[in-house]
T-cell receptor, first 115, second 113 residues
């Protein structure tokens, strides 16, 4: 009965490779997000999707491309991985405003290590 | 641009103490504020959510308050236990269509048995 799930949990890869992280939520939410937590543990929004449409695209390199095949899934594809991409990536979901409470639920995270 | 600050960055207390974690923000036009807990190597667990029209929320030994006018929120933990040891994060959802949380840097709490 996992609410927000991500795969894989750990990802170790070499520079230059292309990789994907998958996210699924079974909460019936309309909005999904990708956040990045850097080595200093600071969490920052990367993307958000509402009903499969891109809402937020922060200043993220275009090597990162989110894809939402349906409302329950939001995948993150990363091309030409660099050392600086090493971080923990969190997927989250929430209902759409003005639903109350407008609360975000987070997945367990994917620890990406680029060598 | 919203800036969120959490003080202290780290805190160590003996078991049984009551404690307060602080979160301050620069832009008071918030939709709501969430407090999260993050255990090492784990995801985020939502603890409390305060709507912008509310002053406080309580859940068990936790009480969160919100003062928009002064740009502050506090998380009060009563009778702390070693199991409360974690990093506590506050996050703000702005009153715009942006739909993303802006996080503070967190307070790392250690409760000594």
């Amino acid at each position: 009965d996992t609410a927000v799930s991500q795969t894989p949990k750990y990802l170790v890869t070499q520079m230059g490779n292309d990789k994907s992280i998958k996210c699924e939520q079974n909460l019936g939410h309309d909005t999904m997000y990708w956040y990045k937590q850097d080595s200093k543990k600071f969490l920052k929004i990367m993307f958000s999707y509402n009903n499969k449409e891109l809402i937020i695209n922060e200043t993220v390199p275009n090597r990162f491309s989110p894809k939402s095949p349906d409302k329950a899934h939001l995948n993150l594809h990363i091309n030409s991985l660099e050392l600086g991409d090493s971080a923990v990536y969190f997927c989250a979901s929430s209902p759409t405003r003005p639903y109350i409470p407008y609360e975000q639920y987070f997945g367990p995270g994917t620890r990406l290590t680029v060598t | 641009k919203q800036e969120v600050t959490q003080i202290p960055a780290a805190l160590s207390v003996p078991e049984g103490e009551n404690l307060v974690l602080n979160c301050s923000f620069t832009d008071s036009a918030i939709y709501n504020l969430q407090w999260f807990r993050q255990d090492p190597g784990k995801g985020l667990t939502s603890l409390l959510l305060i709507q912008s029209s509310q002053r406080e929320q309580t859940s068990g030994r936790l009480n969160a308050s919100l003062d928009k006018s002064s740009g502050r929120s506090t998380l009060y933990i009563a009778a702390s236990q070693p199991g409360d040891s974690a990093t506590y994060l506050c996050a703000l959802d702005m009153d715009t269509g942006r739909r993303a949380l802006t996080f503070g840097s967190g307070t790392r709490l250690q409760v000594q048995p």
